[in-house]
C-alpha cells in the first residue's frame, strides 16, 4: 500500500454541499469529504441515491470497494469509517469496517507515527478497565500552550487527525483523545459515555502529568469539556465547540414550543409508557428518528426511548455551570441542523462565574454555518489560535 505524503503542508478542506435532502445525511456526507478525506466527485454520484440508512451503508461500502480496487486508500478510509455511522448496533458489519477502516488509516498515514520523521507519538491510558488512546504532538520550537482535544457524540479520534495537525503548526502541544462511548473505546472495548467526564479526562491529565490546559471538546464535547472544568482546575481556559447547554434542549429543540412543553411535563411525571409509545411512532414514521433512538439506547445503556431521555437528562450543564471559573470560548453555527444557537443566551447564563466569555457564531458567508463548522475548520481552528493567543497577551 503507498503511503501518504508527509511533506506535504497541512490544509484542511472547505466548502458547503447540497447532496441530500435529509438534513442529517446531507450533513454527514459533508463530513465525508472535509473531515473523513472523501472526493466530492464520489460522493455526488451516490448522495442522491441514500434515502434510508440501509441505502446508505450499501452506497458507502461501494465507494469505499472502488476506492479500494483503484488504489485511492485516503477516500476508502473514509467511505469505510463512515459507511458504519448508520448501521444499526449489533450489525456484525459495524464492527467490521470501523476496525477496516482504521487498520487502514495506520497503514495509510504511518510516516506520521513511526519513522525519523515522524510526528506523533501514541499512547494508552488506562482507565476503569479499559484503555483510552491518545495522540500526542509538540510544536517545534517553544509551545503557546498545551491543548486537550475530544470530540462528542458519535466521534472517532482518528477523524481529528489534520485538526491536531494543523494546531501543532500553529505553535500548540497537544493531546487528542478518545473518552467512554467514543470510536474503539465504544465500538471494540465496549464501554459506554459517561456524562462525567471530569473522570475521563482526570485519568489524562494524572498519566500525563499536566497542569494549564486549554480543553476543547467539539459537538457533545460543549457540554463535556465544559464539565470537566468545573472539576479540575488544572484545565484553565475551554473551548465549547458547540452551542450545547443539555442534551434534551439539543434533542427536542427542533420541535415546537408546545409539544417541548408536553415532553418535559410528562418526563416530570415519569410518564414511561406514554413516552415510549410517542417516540416508538415516531421512529416507525422516520427512519433517522428510529436509527437515533436505537444508537442512543446502546451508545447511553438505555433499554428503551424513557430510560435513553432520563439518561440524556444528565448531560445538563444547568447544576454545574457556576463551578465554572475558567475562562471559556463557545462556538456557534448559524445553521446547525442538530443544534439552535438560538439556545446560547440560556447557556451564557448558566455560567455565573467564568473569568471571561466568548461566542463566536459562524455563518453561510463564511462557509462554516453547519453543524461544528464543518465547512470551514481551519476559520475555527484559527479563531480558537487567535483567542487563546489574546488571553496570552
Known amino acids: ?59 458507502l461500502l461501494a465507494l469505499g470497494d472502488e476506492a479500494m480496487a483503484e488504489e485511492r486508500t485516503q477516500n476508502a478510509i473514509a467511505y469505510y469509517r463512515m459507511s458504519e ?22 497503514e495509510y498515514y504511518a510516516d506520521y507515527f513511526e519513522g525519523e520523521k515522524s510526528r506523533i507519538s501514541r499512547f494508552e491510558v488506562p482507565y ?11 510544536p517545534e520550537g517553544s509551545s503557546k500552550g498545551t491543548l486537550l482535544l475530544h470530540g462528542g457524540n458519535d466521534s472517532y479520534f482518528e477523524e481529528f487527525l489534520f485538526s491536531l495537525l494543523y494546531l501543532q503548526e500553529r505553535g500548540f502541544e497537544v493531546y487528542l483523545f478518545e473518552g467512554p462511548g467514543q470510536g474503539g473505546v465504544i465500538r471494540t472495548q465496549g464501554m459506554h459515555f459517561t456524562h462525567e467526564w471530569e473522570k475521563p ?43 450545547f447547554p443539555s442534551f434534551l434542549d439539543v434533542i427536542i429543540g427542533g420541535q415546537s414550543p408546545a409539544l417541548r412543553k408536553m415532553f418535559y411535563f410528562l418526563m416530570k411525571l415519569h410518564a414511561k409508557g406514554i ?17 437515533g433512538l436505537k444508537h442512543g439506547m446502546y451508545a447511553y445503556e438505555a433499554d428503551c426511548a424513557y430510560g435513553y431521555a432520563r439518561e440524556l437528562a444528565k448531560y445538563s450543564l444547568e447544576p454545574i ?43 453561510e458567508k463564511e462557509e462554516a454555518e453547519n453543524h461544528c463548522n464543518v465547512g470551514n475548520g481551519s476559520l475555527a481552528l484559527d479563531t480558537i489560535c487567535n483567542w487563546l493567543e489574546g488571553l496570552a497577551q
Open 1 to 59: 500500500m503507498e503511503k501518504y505524503d508527509i511533506s506535504k503542508p497541512v490544509t484542511l478542506k472547505k466548502g458547503v454541499y447540497k447532496l441530500n435532502d435529509e438534513a442529517n445525511f446531507n450533513y454527514q456526507l459533508n463530513r465525508v469529504i472535509n473531515w473523513d478525506g472523501g472526493r466530492l466527485e464520489d460522493v455526488q454520484k451516490i448522495s442522491g441515491k441514500i434515502k434510508n440508512s440501509a441505502d446508505w451503508k450499501r452506497e
Open 85 to 106: 455511522f448508520f448501521m444499526y448496533d449489533g450489525d456484525p458489519d459495524k464492527k467490521k469496517y470501523y476496525e477496516k477502516a482504521t487498520a487502514l488509516f495506520y
Open 128 to 138: 476503569e478497565g479499559v484503555k483510552l488512546p491518545v495522540m500526542h504532538v509538540k
Open 201 to 243: 479526562v482526570k485519568a489524562i491529565l494524572d498519566f500525563f502529568n499536566l497542569s494549564d490546559v486549554t480543553i476543547i471538546g467539539v459537538s457533545l464535547g460543549g457540554y463535556l469539556a465544559p464539565r470537566a472544568a468545573a472539576f479540575d482546575k488544572r484545565i484553565t481556559r475551554v473551548v465549547a465547540w458547540s452551542v
Open 275 to 291: 413516552i415510549n409509545l410517542i417516540f416508538n411512532m415516531k421512529a416507525k414514521k422516520e427512519p433517522m428518528i428510529d436509527w
Open 321 to 363: 455551570g457556576d463551578k465554572v471559573a475558567q475562562d471559556i470560548l463557545i462556538l456557534g453555527a448559524s445553521r446547525d441542523h442538530f443544534i439552535d444557537y438560538h439556545m446560547i443566551g440560556r447557556e451564557i447564563d448558566m455560567f455565573t462565574n467564568v473569568r471571561s466569555l466568548t461566542f463566536r457564531l459562524f455563518t
